[in-house]
């Protein structure tokens, strides 16, 4: 059975998500990658700054 880490969770939901947004949130195809690429970068970022920010917290 496939457990993934809590990473590998987050990159998976960026990737759908961040497809869904591209192809329902503009027109041609550039942009659709462009704007995809963009919320896939924003949430995997995102993600990252918060578990630090989390840590720094819990020391």
């Given at each position: 059975?496939?457990?993934?880490?809590?990473?590998?969770?987050v990159?998976?939901?960026?990737?759908?998500?961040?497809t869904v947004f591209g192809?329902?949130?503009r027109?041609?195809?550039r942009k659709m990658?462009?704007?995809g690429l963009y919320c896939f970068v924003l949430f995997v970022g995102s993600t990252i700054v918060l578990s630090w920010?989390?840590?720094l917290i819990a020391r």
């Open positions: 059975m496939f457990q993934p880490s809590h990473f590998t969770a990159v998976l939901f960026a990737l759908f998500a961040s192809i329902t949130m027109e041609t195809p990658f462009r704007y920010v989390m840590f």
